[in-house]
């Protein structure tokens, strides 16, 4: 009988521990950006980038419009590149490795401001191995890719709009 009421003291002890360690280690979700503005309206599209970054923008409460009358921010989208590079090549001349890129171009101006922002430029790259012989695996992983950088282009434009301030 003791040792059972010991060893339930224990675990209890320990998930109190646990759960004290866990409350303690500053662990929090991301949760939304911070934004200075209300609404947006977005000129210009590009053709992978667009549909993502409305949702991620109505998502952070920002109120996306269609005419720039009543937005307080205009943000041009100037244009997208994606892009594929041979890093290296075999002793044999095949392809071992290649370098993908993922950039975006765009500007920002307030609605009562005359003058927008110089173009500013927000690029991913990865590199990944290839083979020939795992053509269908390897097609799969730069389509993995290109959509991870879009992603992380999309989250970079985010936080670059929330520095923004009136």
Not at 28 to 56: C, D, H, P, W
Not at 64 to 93: F, H, P, W, Y
Not at 137 to 157: F, I, P, R
């Amino acid at each position: 009988m003791n040792r059972l009421n010991i060893n339930a003291g224990l675990k209890a002890l320990f998930y109190a521990g646990l759960l004290a360690a866990i409350t303690s280690c500053g662990f929090q979700l991301r949760g939304a950006a911070s934004i200075a503005f209300e609404s947006i309206n977005i000129q210009g599209s590009t053709l992978t980038i667009s549909k993502n970054l409305v949702k991620s923008l109505k998502t952070n409460g920002i109120k996306v419009l269609d005419t720039a009358e009543n937005a307080d921010v205009l943000l041009e989208l100037m244009g997208e590149e994606s892009e594929k590079r041979i890093l290296s090549l075999s002793g044999r001349g095949l392809v071992n490795e290649f370098e993908l890129f993922y950039r975006i171009h765009y500007r920002t101006r307030y609605a009562d401001a005359a003058l927008w922002s110089p173009v500013k430029t927000i690029e991913a790259r990865r590199d990944f191995s290839y083979s020939d012989a795992n053509l269908l695996a390897k097609q799969g992983e730069e389509k993995q890719l290109n959509e991870n950088m879009q992603t992380d282009v999309l989250s970079n434009l985010i936080r670059q709009l929330s520095t923004l301030k009136k």
